[in-house]
């Protein structure tokens, strides 16, 4: 993300005709262009994404956009889980599905589990952390 590097609407409409510059998830024409701010950050499909997520798991922290970006120094949890959240986001957009809140706290509680499988130190930290207990429950 830091790179600019992802093949985004705004980019490929340079290189492959007929490609528009909108957001993948807003797909108005005259709306927005798909930039890494806009389709992580401010997408109102993603906004509705994060304060899900706030009120779902991160009860007791707002996600601000440095954090986001960059990671909170203090908390690596919410460091790693926002890091999938972007991840999550890009394997949306690829698969050219709007994210709704269930199946992508799914997909994000599934990449959590995956990502730290086999590190047992980290996996008992996580079955400990209420954050992501939280998103269990929440998910039923």
């Given at each position: 993300l830091?790179?600019?590097?992802?093949?985004?609407?705004?980019?490929?409409?340079?290189?492959?005709?007929?490609?528009?510059?909108?957001?993948?998830?807003?797909?108005?024409?005259?709306?927005?262009?798909?930039?890494?701010?806009?389709?992580?950050?401010?997408?109102?499909?993603?906004?509705?994404?994060?304060?899900?997520?706030?009120?779902?798991?991160?009860?007791?922290?707002?996600?601000?956009?440095?954090?986001?970006w960059y990671g909170k120094n203090d908390e690596c949890t919410i460091s790693m889980i926002l890091d999938i959240v972007k991840y999550v986001v890009w394997t949306f957009k690829i698969r050219r599905c709007i994210p709704k809140t269930e199946p992508f706290l799914r997909e994000l509680l599934y990449m959590i589990e995956y990502s730290y499988q086999g590190n047992k130190k980290f996996k008992s930290g996580i079955e400990s952390d209420h954050r992501l207990a939280r998103l269990s429950q929440a998910l039923g």
């Open positions: 830091r790179g600019n590097q992802l093949p985004l609407n705004n980019k490929l409409s340079h290189f492959v005709q007929d490609k528009g510059r909108e957001c993948s998830f807003c797909k108005d024409a005259d709306g927005p262009m798909e930039t890494v701010r806009h389709l992580f950050w401010s997408c109102p499909h993603t906004r509705k994404i994060l304060n899900d997520l706030e009120t779902f798991v991160f009860t007791d922290y707002h996600i601000t956009e440095p954090d986001y």
